[in-house]
């Protein structure tokens, strides 16, 4: 499918591993011009290299922190007028409430709600002057099905998942549309990190756990990244351009719901 994309530019949060640099090398394949944005330089490196290298593509790094007011100026410094921005930071640790501070719920509200607020809000009106504008949260299957240990991620994300449910109704009009991929279990350093964290505190062994957790996903795995980065290059599409608004579960099946 042709996605009528080519010349754009897109800046990617998150985008020196996983989820981010699948989205990344997605749209880099579809002749967009991509900057990813991440805060370590050596991996941020390397996975721009990489992209330039398997999609032939115009591919930038930027050393940026998505949660700092100096990251987020850095990347539209270095990307200062995207016509598609991907937002995405990695989840807070599991834990029990009881031992979370003020200072750890703002850091979280800092990575997975205001930091991507305050890009959109510096994004939005230059992409409706320009009358194009795609806007992607990558966030979690934890805004539909939380998992208790995950709070900090389960408040932080749906603060994001419902601001945006307005904003999205208003800036349809200007052709921008905003919304949210909710992965579930993937196969990144993030879901690896995760799965060794529940180990040590459950006292339990982390490949066995690996596996156990992926056996119980219907689809019988876990997700590939680059499925991901197939959906939000399609979302940032030509073709998407009367989907707003919607917050799209990637789960394998493993939501019960109906709705």
Known sequence: ?????????????????????????????AGVEVWLAARTDSTLQAAANALRVQTAGKVHAVVADIRLETGRAAALAACPAPDILVTNADGASPGDFREWDRQDWLNALDAMMLGPIELIRQCLDPMAARGFGRIINIVSRSVKAPQAELGLSNGARAGLVGFVAGLSRQAIRHNITINNILPGMFATDAQRRHVQALAEREGLDAPALWAQRAAEVPAGRFGDPDEVGALCAFLASLQASYLTGQSILMDGGAYPGTY
């Open 1 to 29: 499918m042709e996605l009528g994309l080519q010349g754009r530019r897109a800046l990617v949060f998150g985008g020196s591993k996983g989820l981010g640099l699948a989205c990344g090398r997605r749209l880099a394949e």
